[in-house]
């Protein structure tokens, strides 16, 4: 079955880093397209963030572009997302998903159960 | 950017009621619309991709229709397990926008 795993979250305070992982199971993780997705408490959903399977193309939404760094190391089956200069805005459950290209169509098939980071002094 | 617009942002229905949700995309996506399920502590399903192909395992009562800017997520027949929140998403361009959400509630 296909897995992912977020881990990392935490309490940080403002303008310091923190970097989540996301370990990948069931699939051949280096087939695939990977995002980043959060939402703060009680709001919708916001894309983060974009990884082609290769780990050579990346996208960011507007909110953390700069600030935000999405990787992967495909040997190891992981996604990450190293986040600096944290505000008390990024403060949300942080999902990584699978693109899973159904029919060509980008489609975030599958997700993790996310991790919460809580920015705050 | 595309912004994407639902309506409306909540309803009340009843078991066995036919529900419809709206998205409307600022520009034209084409047939680029996702739509997702959302349960109370729990991470979002996809239900529907390319505005109306239906995710492998999601019921036959859920369908999408649309393209372009106007797009449609159907119920046909409302179960007790479908009270939850509904996302479009469109994945024509980056950034992958969503919607802001659609609530079902209980009448």
């Known amino acids: 079955d296909v897995q992912l795993v977020e881990s990392g979250g935490d309490l940080v305070q403002p303008g310091r880093s923190l970097r989540l992982s996301c370990a990948a199971s069931g699939f051949t993780f280096r087939d695939y397209e990977m995002n980043w997705v959060r939402q703060a408490p009680g709001k919708g959903l916001e894309w983060v963030a974009y990884?082609?399977?290769?780990?050579?193309?990346?996208y960011y939404g507007e909110s953390v572009r700069g600030r935000f760094t999405v990787s992967r190391d495909n040997a190891e089956n992981s996604l990450y997302l190293q986040m600096n200069s944290l505000r008390a805005e990024d403060t949300a459950v942080y999902y990584c998903?699978?693109?899973?290209?159904?029919?060509?169509?980008?489609?975030?098939?599958?997700w993790g159960q996310g991790t919460l980071v809580s920015v705050s002094s | 950017d595309i912004q994407m617009t639902q309506s409306p942002s909540s309803l009340s229905a009843s078991v066995g009621d036919r529900v419809t949700i709206s998205c409307r995309a600022s520009q034209s996506i084409r047939r680029y619309l996702n739509w997702f399920q959302q349960k109370a502590g729990k991470a979002p399903k996809l239900l529907i991709y390319?505005?109306?192909s239906l995710h492998s395992g999601v019921p036959s009562r859920f369908s999408g229709s649309g393209s372009g800017t106007e797009f449609s997520l159907n119920i046909s027949s409302l179960q007790p397990e479908d009270f939850a929140t509904y996302y479009c998403?469109?994945?024509?361009?980056?950034?992958?926008?969503f919607g802001g959400g659609t609530k079902v509630e209980l009448k």
């Open positions: 998403q469109q994945v024509d361009s980056t950034p992958l926008t």
């Open positions: 998903a699978r693109d899973g290209r159904l029919s060509g169509i980008r489609s975030l098939d599958f």
């Open positions: 390319g505005a109306t």
């Open positions: 990884i082609n399977s290769r780990g050579n193309t990346m």
